[in-house]
């Protein structure tokens, strides 16, 4: 009672006593904007209809750190400062930060936290599809831990349903989506475990096609679903031991199979399409040929496959690689695979309709990730550090020094690979004293590291969780990650 | 031997190749060399057989004592020849140095100059395969 009373004063004053006072900022812009943006807010009212559709749009690991840094690299691309900019998510009106701790984790992984969004129970790390009751690695345990996914709870509910991630379609996030498995590395046959009788990840995503729980998953990963004497289109050879071709397999149930821009324009998508689009990974969006379809475009694609289903549909997409980069301590791939991201949330929203269809938008993890100061406004965000104007806006043609009289960047990971500390130096190290403007946005740059590590590691603070559409008001406050899936499964089930 | 006994060792028994002042061409990426989804540009199909200077990183070598190592344009910690499941980027160079050379921390940029090949090969001593090399090289810390 007391929130809702001082939200009540807070409005009023806002709306009223502020335009009635005569203050002599009332004239500034940054007032008049701040004002306008109250207006809005005012007029924010609670969806209730029942959400036809459902999407989820996970970038992994695009906690808030790294969407701010995706945020001024787009806007100054756009040629602004780039903090002035809002990305799509940005723009959504309710909000709320997401706690994404596993079960037995602290820092967490994709699979505990995809479990989380897609079947609304937190896990341990590494595991898909179960609750926390199951060891890691546990195979015979399987079944006993198991617990229902998003794609067969939405496809009980007559929807049809949709896959769609930039990583491996059998990497953790987009697996959890659809797969229960003791352990996210079971991608195929090879990989099980000694002795463990749990049908491998590929092999699930097939048999959830075949059973109408799945109708389109587009993605990485093919060599996972083909035998490991067998060449793909492209030219490499297939995971599987077992002979198995999950793709022959799969035609038979009677399921489309693409694997480029041109196959996939040309199936029929009234019906179950697999997508596999490269061996492993699907490529940064820096380095995407023509040929390989984008995540924007294949959100573009399966929206147009689902839009015609009576009973509505529920979509994940998860932009993958943006971990990846961060991974290799690549703030240039980060940002332009985060931007490749905001892209496909906004043709997901203009293809929607507010009304019925629930657009959540989240990360599953951040990274280690950090962002120096200094800069002054326009700084490049990927750039070193540079001067604040103390009598301007735009930042001054001069880097901030370090006490080494060394430059730094804006961007830097805690930990990777690119350490200053290196092996051949008994791990002592020093600062590249010739670092220059050029070399740190050069798209190949790896920022700036301490702790030496074979790979950059995420971290556990809060990720920001975006919405609109019907029930999205749900979203609000600090949540625990798995509330995300009681929030899409409330909007669907709402009478 | 643990890598660091492997590191050790390599800069007591080998000696580090001498970087010729005179190198032709551009200093070369990496990106340079490939294509967007693989391939080879242009410009590294009108090198090929002719000298090149491209920088990039060593990734952590498998063997002691060898004329053999993979430049991959980002630090790589982790040696696939190693770890198991470890997987090479798609964009790296094989480089078969002039003489026995000292290993350079993964994380520490270097220029490397020599031979490019664009044909496919194996490595005898470790079983590479690989569709780009550059031959008769030398390095040195950028």
Known sequence: ????????????????TAMAQDLPQADNTWFIAAQETIAARVNVQPNTSKAKNVILLIADGNGVGTNYITRLFAGQAAGNYGDEHLL???????????????????????AGTGTAFHTGVKTKQGVLGVDETLARGDCAGVDAATVANASEIFSALGKQVGIISSARLTHATPASAYAHSADRNFESNDGLSEGCEQKDIAAQLVDAMAAGTVDYAFGGGRRHFIPSDLEDEQGKTGKRTDGTNLIEAAAEAGIQ?????????????????????????????????????????LTETAIKALEGSENGYFLTIESGRVDHASHATNAYRTVTDGVEFAEAIAIADALTNDEDTLIIVSADHEHAVAMAGYSGRGAPILGLSMKVDGAGEK???????????????????????????KEDAQWNGTRNAELTQEMAMDMDYTQEVLV?????????????IYAKGPWAHLIGGTMEQNVIFHVMHHAATAE | MNRRQFLATSAAVTTTPCWSSAAEGDLLKMRDIYNKGLGFSPLATSLDGGQIRVEGFMAPPLKADSLFFVLTKMPMAVCPFCEPGGEWPEDILAVYTRRKYEVVSFSRKILVQGTLRLSEHIDPGTGFFSKVRLENSTFRRA
Request: proline share 8%; aromatic share 8%.
């Open chain 1, 452 to 464: 030496p590590l074979s790979s950059e590691t995420h971290s556990g603070e809060d990720v920001a």
């Open chain 1, 88 to 110: 799509p998510q940005d723009t959504f009106p309710h909000v709320a930060l997401s706690k994404t701790y596993n079960t037995n984790a602290q820092t967490p992984d994709s």
């Open chain 1, 1 to 16: 009672m007391k929130t809702i009373t001082t939200l009540s004063l807070l409005g009023a004053f806002a709306s009223t």
């Open chain 1, 257 to 297: 199979y693409a694997w480029d821009v041109d196959t996939l324009a040309g199936a029929d998508l009234s019906k179950p399409v697999l997508g596999l689009f490269t061996s492993s990974h699907m490529s940064y969006e820096a380095d995407r040929p023509a040929s390989e379809p984008s995540l924007s475009d």
């Open chain 1, 395 to 421: 930042y001054l043609e001069e880097p901030n020094l370090a006490q080494d009289g060394k430059p730094y960047t804006t961007v830097s990971f805690l930990n990777g690979a690119s350490s200053v500390m």
